[in-house]
């Protein structure tokens, strides 16, 4: 399952990088593509920030039961902006188009092959995952921001021999 | 009469001083911050295979108050910091929001553990920052 999840974020993560450089964040001193997944930082009480992707991961079951292996576990993606302050925060909305745009071009296309990252470079592990598109629910707003959380089922083999 | 003569300059001054009074008078205790260095960024660091390094920094004067426990049973604890004493220390980390920068920290150093600093509370006097009320829980 770790595997799905590592490379299922690698995946978005470098495609942020090539569809939009400018999109970054520093998180711990760090400059990085503007996505995290928040079970892998550090626990703080720090607020999210604006204007980057954080996946958090959720339920995980048999995508048909006794029907073979396949898996499919969900992920939520929340991500939010208040726009810029030299225009008042007027321009919110155009900014969460540009989140909206970026989350929809890094998902696709919706597959990826799956690695082992345990020992820290990728090991292909033969097989790959996939998932459904993003589907743009109401926006939450929140005044002075306005974000979205949509969740996307991740559909892959579970490694046996992987935790 | 107050408003003929405008703000007395240096008058925070005063304010900051009591604050940190007070809290000698209170026991004026030292307490141990304990803050992540800067990640490597890198892949690794990203999918939380590499344990962020930290170094612990003494803060005082200061005090301490025992809150009662969240509803999950969790004990938490107030801790009130002089407001002088942080920013020194800020400034040396070349830090200009302190009460994100206590946020972002891995918590308070306590009987070993170390507890997740939840709420920041910034007491302003006369444009000082004279305390800090952190809340750590466990």
């Known amino acids: 399952m ?48 604006c204007d980057a992707f954080y996946l958090q991961w959720g339920n995980a079951r048999p995508a048909i039961p006794a029907l073979g ?5 969900d992920c939520s993606i929340s991500y939010c902006t208040k726009g810029s302050t030299q225009n008042g925060s007027l321009d919110r909305g155009r900014d969460l188009a540009s989140l909206d745009s970026d989350l929809l071009s890094i998902c696709s296309p919706a ?20 998932w459904t598109q993003p589907v743009l629910n109401t926006a939450k707003s929140v005044p002075p921001y306005v974000g979205r959380d949509i969740t996307i089922t991740v559909f892959f083999y579970p490694e046996v021999n992987q935790s | 009469m107050a408003d003929q003569l405008g703000i007395i300059a240096g008058r925070s001054c005063s304010a900051v001083r009591f604050a940190d009074a007070m809290l000698q008078t209170l026991g004026g205790v030292q307490v141990t911050l304990r803050l992540s260095d ?89 444009g000082a920052d004279c305390l800090y009320h952190l809340t750590a829980t466990e």
């Open chain 1, 2 to 49: 770790q595997p799905t999840k590592d490379s299922f974020y690698v995946a978005l993560r470098d495609r942020l990088a090539a569809v939009d450089p400018s999109r970054t964040v520093t998180l711990d001193g760090a400059t990085r593509p503007a996505i995290a997944v928040i079970e892998n930082e550090p626990p703080s009480g720090a607020p999210l920030l």
């Open chain 2, 38 to 126: 800067p990640s490597s960024g890198d892949t690794s660091s990203q999918l939380g295979l590499e344990a962020p390094t930290a170094e612990d920094l003494s803060v005082s004067p200061a005090a301490v108050k025992m809150l009662e426990p969240v509803k999950d049973g969790n004990r938490r604890m107030e801790i009130v910091v002089s407001g002088t004493a942080l920013r020194v220390a800020a400034k040396n980390y070349g830090i200009e929001d302190i009460s994100a920068w206590l946020l972002s920290m891995q918590g308070v150093v306590t009987n070993g553990g170390v507890w997740r600093i939840a709420t920041v509370i910034v007491d302003k006097v006369c």
């Open chain 1, 111 to 130: 597959q990826t092959a799956k690695n082992d990252y345990c020992s820290g470079t990728p090991v292909p592990l033969g097989s790959s995952l996939f």
């Open chain 1, 69 to 73: 292996n396949l898996m499919q576990m």
